[in-house]
């Protein structure tokens, strides 16, 4: 995510720090402080973002658990994201993951609850919400008890994509597909966002539940086209989505001679066979021809400059391409090489499935019905 600082690592997840962060610390230093000051007020609200990030941690541990690559957590000043390499789509999986964060804000309060309780007995104090606004160690837990539940309760609001979004979701994919269960999912947490939206129009320095509404309806929204899309590169298999007649290149061609091809062809890569064996040696880009011409290096071999076969990821020729698709996510890659059991098949990039997906997406816009013969 542009605009974030990593500031650390666990459980080999970077932790990042969003640079709009700033502007909730110097909110909490006036908002928090009191009569203790700003600094304690930048403590408050440290605190508080420490439970958020254990929040976050619950869900990515969890993921982790399923074999899902967690890509990082990001502290934002509406809350915190875990970004997962993919969704959990069984939906066993997804509920343990939802249910994951704040499961571990129930068990924070409930280990904070009993020293609160001897921490006011200790000083004389009777157990109320009154504690909060008092500066110092007792008010501190408190406020972080109260932090505690509330973010279990809120988070488990059923507005996607919430964690009780989620568990809603996970709940109906039981009943139904995924696809129908996101868009049933998301369908609730618009409406539950235009409700906070109302509320915090007509309800004075509500400013951050405006916030929340809003994410709640276009990312929820974001994440049910993604799913549609999903769905429909599910039905496309890899062997129909290569491009006919692709040109290959020979571990002898020049720089020069590939950027003259280039200018007359579509095709974004070209891979590179042994001449023998037709086996792939590595893949010419735009972006690394390009580069080759810039250094002057025209005469140079295309095997000097081209991208190693071993540094590409392999799919095979009967994969989905919602596979190929999380494969290139997985290795930040944006070009595959596709085998037929031992033997190389071609390329396939984004740029096939932005194709796919965009004729895919026209079609169904007409109302036609396209039927994949199988590949």
């Known amino acids: 995510m542009s605009w974030s600082i990593k500031v650390g690592r666990i459980f080999g997840i970077d932790i990042k720090i969003h640079l709009t962060f700033l502007l909730i610390l110097v909110w909490g230093a006036f908002n928090y ?5 700003p600094l304690y007020g930048v403590v408050v609200t ?30 934002l000043p509406i809350g915190g ?9 069984k939906p066993l999986h997804e509920l343990v993951v939802a249910l994951a964060g704040p499961l571990v804000n ?6 904070l609850l009993p020293l609160v309780a001897v921490l ?3 000083q004389g104090e009777t157990f109320s919400l009154r504690m909060l606004m008092q500066p110092g160690l007792l008010g501190l837990l408190t406020f972080l008890l109260s932090a505690n539940i509330s973010l279990a309760v809120f988070n488990m609001i059923p507005a996607f994509p919430l964690d009780g979004g989620r568990v809603l979701r996970a709940t109906l994919g039981f009943f139904t597909d995924y696809q129908r269960a996101t868009q049933v999912a998301v369908t609730v947490g618009r409406v539950f966002a235009i409700g906070l939206g109302l509320v915090a129009l007509f309800v004075p320095g509500q ?19 993604a799913v549609a899309a999903k769905g429909m590169l599910r039905k496309v298999r890899v062997a129909q989505a290569l491009t006919p007649n692709a040109v290959a290149l020979s571990p002898e061609a020049t720089v020069g001679q590939v950027a003259s091809l280039m200018m007359t062809s579509r095709q974004p890569d070209f891979p590179v066979l042994d001449p023998l064996t037709g086996q792939l040696l590595g893949v010419a880009s735009h972006h690394t021809v390009t580069q080759a011409m810039q250094q002057g290096r025209w005469r140079s071999r295309i095997a000097e400059i081209m991208q ?6 392999t799919i095979a020729l009967t994969a989905s391409l919602d596979e190929v698709q999380d494969k290139l996510a997985q290795t930040s890659s944006r070009v595959a090489a596709v085998y037929d059991g031992l033997h190389f098949r071609g390329l396939i990039s984004l740029e096939d499935i932005y194709r796919v997906f965009g004729f895919l997406n026209r079609s169904q816009s007409s109302g036609r019905r396209i039927g994949w013969q199988a590949g």
């Open 33 to 37: 402080g009191g009569s203790a000051g």
């Open 46 to 75: 440290l605190a508080l973002f420490t439970l958020v990030l254990l929040h976050e941690l619950g869900h990515s541990v969890a993921a982790l658990g399923y074999g899902i690559p967690v890509r990082d957590i990001t502290l």
């Open 81 to 89: 994201l875990a970004r997962l390499e993919r969704m959990p789509e």
């Open 106 to 111: 129930v068990v924070l309060a409930i280990g």
């Open 120 to 122: 006011a007995a200790l």
């Open 207 to 225: 400013i951050f539940l405006a916030l929340i509404a809003v994410f709640i309806f276009f990312a929820g929204g974001q994440e049910g086209q």
């Open 308 to 313: 190693q076969a071993r540094t590409v990821p």
